[in-house]
C-alpha cells in the first residue's frame, strides 16, 4: 500500500510526500529456507525547484523501517530533470541511499545512478 502527495506552492517550487507499507513473508531461495516476515515502512519527503530555462533540480530525503532486523535505514537522492516538451521530461540522478522506494525489491543494492523519464497526458 502506498500513498503519494504533490503540492505545487508557486512556479518555482513542488514539494512530494510518500508513504508506503508492505507486510508479508519471504524465504531466500525458492522452496528453500525458513520463511521470514519481510514487513517494511517507507516514507520521503521532496522538493523540486524549476528554472525558467526549463530544467528542474530535486532533493529527496527517505526512510526505510525494516521489521524484520528492526532496523531504520536513511539517506538521501539527488537529481536534475530537462523539460523537452509540456509534457515529458528525462533527467539523471544519484540515490545515496541503499534501498529504493519500491517495496517489492528486498535487497539492500539500490545505490548509485538512474534515469527518470516522466510523461503526462
Do not use: C, M
Not at 2 to 19: C, D, P, Q, T, V
Not at 97 to 113: A, E
Request: negative net charge; aromatic residues 16%; charged residues 25%.
Amino acid at each position: 500500500v502506498s500513498l503519494e502527495g504533490i503540492y505545487r506552492a508557486n512556479l518555482n517550487w513542488e514539494f512530494a510526500g510518500k508513504l508506503a507499507r508492505r507486510e508479508g513473508d519471504a524465504r531466500l531461495s525458492r522452496n528453500v529456507g525458513p520463511w521470514f516476515d519481510s514487513t517494511a515502512n517507507f516514507g520521503s519527503v521532496q522538493a523540486r525547484f524549476q528554472t525558467r530555462y526549463k530544467w528542474d533540480a530535486l532533493a529527496e530525503y527517505r526512510v526505510l523501517d525494516v521489521e524484520l532486523d528492526d532496523s531504520t535505514r536513511e539517506g538521501w537522492l539527488v537529481g536534475v530533470d530537462r523539460h523537452i516538451s509540456e509534457n515529458f521530461r528525462i533527467g539523471l540522478g544519484y540515490n545515496f541511499t541503499s534501498f529504493s522506494d519500491n517495496l517489492t525489491i528486498i535487497d539492500f543494492d539500490q545505490k548509485g545512478w538512474f534515469l527518470n523519464i516522466n510523461g503526462t497526458y
